[in-house]
């Protein structure tokens, strides 16, 4: 099994098929009914309830919840009835992965050549943790869950090992207890491994369950002569898994690696398209050695293990021909180091101002209203990888002319563009952001761009270069246009400078873009809906759509990302509002009102109704701040 679909029991030849013939009432709901552990006139109570929440959730949680069963019957309950169930109804019971996750894997599954069992699915396409799975699993069964490493293995069982049989069967022997040996199997159901154990090791067995991928690293070290990685093995491997994790990361698209350490394992995510995802694993044994080997190539102190390090570092990919620079951030834990590298991609293209995703009328006010002006703080505001910096440099693309001179300060350069002078930040040598910006407006520059806006100090010299007559296009950390503004007067810059010189505000976030290959029709549920203020009424005409899941888009349903705007540009009546210091409820009804200001929500209320991403994207990504207007509305002013 992978213990995952055998484990609970054989699976039928149609993983799609049902085994519950009232779909009002769970298969495990009726097991505890028939068992005795709830009655009729309870079921229907934990059903109405059900059906009166927000959230749908399973029956089975329900009933957990209003006490009517506690989790120790269930699982009694489970272990009682385990042949007459599939994993994946079970694992969805139990409220360990949504319906929606099940259909995901059920349909990867399917396209599946190896013909894999559900588990395996469900831990590939990153819908539940190989960990998790094995410990759910274990319970169900009635197994002990192990973690098993070659220091685990008692030496006198060393001798009978054979690791190409223990390879072949997934499983490996740990130690003696009763006259049997305790063994870690994958799958602890399948009748073909049990017996091979037996016979590899001459006795009865005591099975016990644990994670595929632990027991194959403890063959692996048996092969190896029982020897830990150490030495110039433990370099060559470490540099090997760096290697692959920043190779894989880029074949993938990711933004960011996430090297975690954990109580028993160091676990490696990857950040793609804005949201974590499960990459692998690494051992006890080789997690130091790997990080290590990051903190060496970052320039940072390998001998420091108790203060956070920044670094950075270039990496060639042989394979691609592509380079990327990395920023490493050390963290420590309490279970160790942590680490994250940011990649960014030197040979980044820059995209057409026409290109980045806003609305026709909302691109035509900002190249009038803000970029083809020429003095005034043009900012771009939003959370870290929220695509700030691509919005810049689109803008600084737009302005790039023979006529005009460019000069920017960055921290560091991450678009190479030519004809403009780029500094990039490099405080080793005190070339410091400070300093630099001292020095910039006597370069004769007529546009300025500053990577970020970071404290007073900045935000002075943004204002002050636009006062005396230069254009400065910068970035900001707010949550919203609005924000902008605000946080320019919490740095104590003056209202009247900010009205004077603030000509236009971005703000942006990236949602998730609906995986062009599996797209499909999707009706919005009340409760989506509700969420959002809206009625039936207010979406009319708009065509939503989900993913349904394939290779393409790894089954998440989502490829790539879509830039949602919300652009403020700063009339005679906002600027009033900023200097006789109003709240930014008034300021946001205003520039509504006046300026033509469409919220964060309401742009993305506009790309989900086209089918671009998906309405919980919105609601997941997306501050509310005020009931969005209705899309009718919100078409005619983005003019769709």
């Not at 009865?204 to 194959?216: D, G, N, T």
């Not at 806006?453 to 254009?471: C, E, M, N, P, Y």
């Not at 029709?521 to 708009?542: C, I, N, S």
């Given at each position: 099994?992978?213990?995952?679909?055998?484990a609970?029991?054989?699976?039928p030849?149609?993983p799609?098929?049902?085994?519950?013939?009232?779909?009002?009432i769970?298969?495990?709901?009726?097991?505890?009914?028939?068992?005795?552990?709830?009655?009729?006139?309870?079921?229907?109570?934990?059903m109405?309830?059900?059906?009166?929440?927000?959230t749908p959730?399973p029956?089975?949680?329900?009933?957990?919840?209003?006490?009517?069963?506690?989790r120790?019957t269930?699982?009694?309950?489970?272990r009682?009835?385990?042949?007459?169930?599939r994993?994946?109804?079970l694992?969805?019971?139990l409220g360990?992965i949504?319906?929606?996750?099940?259909k995901k894997?059920?349909?990867?599954q399917?396209?599946?050549?190896?013909?894999?069992?559900?588990?395996?699915i469900?831990v590939?396409t990153y819908?539940?943790?190989?960990?998790?799975?094995?410990?759910i699993l274990?319970?169900?069964?009635g197994?002990?869950?192990?973690?098993?490493r070659?220091?685990?293995?008692?030496?006198?069982?060393?001798?009978k090992?054979?690791?190409?049989?223990?390879?072949?069967?997934?499983f490996?022997p740990l130690?003696?207890?009763?006259n049997?040996?305790?063994?870690a199997f994958?799958?602890?159901l399948?009748?073909?491994?049990?017996?091979?154990?037996?016979?590899?090791?001459?006795s009865?067995?005591?099975?016990?369950?644990a994670?595929?991928?632990?027991?194959?690293?403890?063959?692996?070290?048996?092969?190896?002569?029982?020897?830990?990685n150490?030495?110039?093995?433990d370099?060559n491997?470490?540099?090997?898994i760096?290697d692959?994790?920043?190779?894989d990361?880029?074949k993938?698209?990711?933004?960011?690696?996430h090297?975690?350490?954990?109580?028993?394992?160091?676990r490696?995510?990857?950040?793609?398209?804005?949201?974590m995802?499960?990459?692998?694993?690494?051992?006890p044994?080789?997690?130091?050695?790997?990080i290590?080997?990051?903190?060496?190539?970052g320039?940072?102190?390998?001998?420091?293990?108790?203060?956070?390090q920044?670094?950075?570092?270039?990496?060639?990919?042989?394979?691609?021909g592509?380079?990327?620079d990395?920023r490493?951030?050390?963290y420590i834990?309490?279970?160790?180091?942590?680490?994250?590298?940011r990649l960014l991609d030197?040979r980044?293209?820059?995209?057409?101002?026409?290109?980045?995703?806003?609305?026709?009328?909302m691109?035509?006010?900002?190249?009038?209203?803000?970029?083809?002006?020429?003095?005034?703080?043009?900012?771009?505001?939003?959370?870290?990888?929220?695509?700030?910096?691509t919005?810049?440099?689109?803008?600084?693309?737009?302005?790039?002319?023979p006529e005009v001179?460019?000069?920017?300060?960055?921290d560091?350069?991450?678009?190479?563009?030519?004809?403009?002078?780029q500094?990039s930040i490099n405080?080793?040598?005190?070339l410091?952001?400070?300093?630099?910006?001292?020095?910039?407006?006597?370069?004769?520059?007529?546009?300025?761009?500053?990577?970020?806006?970071?404290?007073?100090?900045?935000?002075d010299?943004?204002?002050?270069a636009?006062?005396?007559?230069?254009?400065?296009?910068?970035?900001?950390?707010?949550?919203?246009?609005?924000?902008?503004?605000?946080?320019?007067?919490n740095?104590?810059?003056?209202?009247?400078?900010i009205?004077?010189?603030?000509?236009?505000?971005?703000a942006?976030?990236?949602?998730?873009?609906?995986c062009?290959r599996?797209?499909?029709p999707?009706?919005?549920?009340?409760?989506?809906?509700?969420?959002?203020?809206?009625?039936?009424?207010?979406?009319?005409?708009?065509?939503?759509?989900l993913g349904?899941?394939?290779?393409?888009?790894r089954f998440?349903?989502?490829?790539?990302r879509v830039?949602?705007?919300?652009?403020?540009?700063l009339?005679?009546?906002?600027?009033e509002?900023i200097?006789?210091?109003?709240?930014?409820?008034?300021?946001r009804r205003?520039?509504?009102?006046?300026?033509?200001?469409v919220?964060?929500?309401?742009?993305?209320?506009h790309?989900?109704?086209?089918?671009?991403?998906?309405?919980?994207?919105?609601l997941?990504?997306?501050?509310?701040?005020?009931?969005p207007?209705g899309?009718?509305?919100i078409?005619?002013?983005?003019?769709?």
């Amino acid at each position: 099994m992978e213990p995952a679909t055998s484990a609970v029991a054989p699976q039928p030849a149609d993983p799609a098929g049902s085994t519950v013939p009232n779909p009002a009432i769970s298969q495990l709901a009726a097991m505890l009914q028939s068992a005795g552990h709830i009655d009729a006139v309870g079921l229907r109570r934990a059903m109405r309830v059900r059906e009166k929440l927000e959230t749908p959730q399973p029956l089975v949680k329900t009933l957990e919840e209003l006490g009517m069963v506690d989790r120790a019957t269930v699982l009694a309950t489970v272990r009682a009835n385990r042949a007459s169930m599939r994993l994946g109804d079970l694992l969805v019971e139990l409220g360990h992965i949504r319906e929606s996750d099940l259909k995901k894997a059920l349909a990867a599954q399917s396209q599946d050549k190896e013909r894999r069992k559900l588990g395996e699915i469900l831990v590939e396409t990153y819908l539940i943790s190989e960990q998790r799975l094995a410990e759910i699993l274990a319970d169900l069964l009635g197994f002990p869950y192990v973690e098993p490493r070659i220091g685990d293995i008692e030496p006198k069982l060393m001798p009978k090992i054979a690791p190409k049989w223990c390879n072949q069967h997934c499983f490996v022997p740990l130690s003696y207890a009763d006259n049997k040996v305790v063994v870690a199997f994958y799958d602890p159901l399948d009748m073909a491994s049990r017996t091979a154990a037996q016979q590899m090791l001459a006795s009865e067995v005591e099975p016990a369950i644990a994670r595929k991928s632990l027991i194959q690293e403890t063959i692996e070290a048996i092969e190896r002569g029982g020897r830990l990685n150490t030495g110039a093995s433990d370099d060559n491997t470490a540099i090997a898994i760096v290697d692959s994790l920043i190779r894989d990361a880029a074949k993938m698209g990711a933004s960011d690696i996430h090297i975690e350490p954990m109580r028993t394992h160091t676990r490696v995510r990857y950040r793609i398209d804005g949201a974590m995802t499960q990459h692998r694993e690494i051992s006890p044994d080789l997690a130091p050695a790997v990080i290590s080997r990051i903190k060496v190539l970052g320039k940072a102190d390998i001998a420091e293990k108790r203060r956070h390090q920044d670094g950075r570092m270039l990496f060639e990919d042989s394979d691609s021909g592509k380079s990327f620079d990395l920023r490493m951030s050390s963290y420590i834990t309490i279970h160790g180091e942590k680490i994250v590298l940011r990649l960014l991609d030197r040979r980044a293209e820059l995209i057409n101002i026409r290109e980045i995703g806003m609305a026709p009328r909302m691109m035509e006010l900002f190249c009038e209203a803000a970029l083809d002006v020429p003095t005034g703080v043009v900012l771009v505001t939003g959370p870290t990888g929220s695509g700030k910096t691509t919005t810049l440099y689109s803008c600084v693309d737009y302005l790039n002319t023979p006529e005009v001179s460019i000069i920017t300060a960055e921290d560091p350069v991450e678009y190479v563009i030519e004809d403009i002078g780029q500094c990039s930040i490099n405080p080793k040598i005190n070339l410091t952001y400070e300093e630099t910006l001292r020095h910039i407006v006597r370069q004769d520059p007529d546009i300025i761009v500053l990577g970020e806006v970071r404290d007073k100090f900045s935000a002075d010299v943004a204002i002050q270069a636009a006062l005396t007559g230069h254009k400065v296009l910068t970035t900001f950390h707010t949550e919203d246009s609005i924000g902008g503004l605000l946080r320019l007067l919490n740095m104590n810059i003056e209202a009247f400078l900010i009205s004077s010189t603030v000509v236009s505000v971005v703000a942006q976030r990236l949602l998730r873009r609906v995986c062009a290959r599996c797209t499909e029709p999707y009706v919005p549920t009340p409760t989506e809906l509700r969420r959002l203020g809206y009625t039936p009424a207010d979406v009319m005409g708009a065509h939503f759509a989900l993913g349904r899941g394939c290779p393409e888009c790894r089954f998440t349903g989502y490829r790539g990302r879509v830039c949602v705007f919300e652009l403020l540009v700063l009339n005679e009546i906002v600027k009033e509002a900023i200097v006789a210091r109003k709240t930014s409820y008034e300021i946001r009804r205003l520039s509504t009102e006046t300026s033509g200001l469409v919220t964060l929500v309401e742009d993305g209320v506009h790309k989900a109704a086209n089918g671009h991403t998906s309405l919980n994207e919105v609601l997941r990504g997306l501050p509310r701040v005020a009931k969005p207007r209705g899309l009718r509305e919100i078409r005619r002013i983005l003019g769709d």
